[in-house]
């Protein structure tokens, strides 16, 4: 009986990110009611990101995320913990997505995508 409960204790530990991120929907939606009147705060970015690099790790809505993510966080403390972490995220979103490139051709990269008009991994219409 012991060992049947550990493993469903186990299963539900492995599963528990798969099934919040089959509810991103509903995830999204907090994350960005929550954001309103505060988009230069990185927390409501820092919610989502983790969904998507499970779900999606390297699509566009991840890249822009993440970016949104360390430069909401830049803007309040260059070198804080935050900050770091948005940046180690970021980093790893690109390389999943464009693999080991050089740190000139990773800025290109952020600075391009940068440059559109997005929000919380949406691109603005």
């Not at 929907?25 to 009611?33: M, P």
Request: hydrophobic share 45%; with cysteine; net charge negative.
């Amino acid at each position: 009986m012991l060992d049947a409960d550990c493993r469903l204790i186990l299963i539900y530990i492995q599963a528990q990110p798969w099934l919040k991120a089959s509810a991103f929907g509903t995830f999204e939606l907090l994350a960005l009611s929550k954001d309103v009147g505060n988009e230069t705060r990185p927390e409501q970015p820092a919610s989502l990101e983790p969904f998507l690099s499970l779900i999606s790790p390297g699509s566009e809505a991840h890249l822009l995320l993440s970016l949104e993510r360390l430069l909401r966080a830049a803007e309040i403390e260059r070198q804080g913990a935050e900050t770091e972490k948005a940046a180690k995220a970021c980093i790893l979103a690109h390389s999943v997505r464009y693999g080991m490139v050089s740190d000139p051709v990773l800025t290109r990269i952020m600075d391009v995508l940068g440059s559109t008009d997005y929000y919380m991994g949406r691109y603005a219409v």
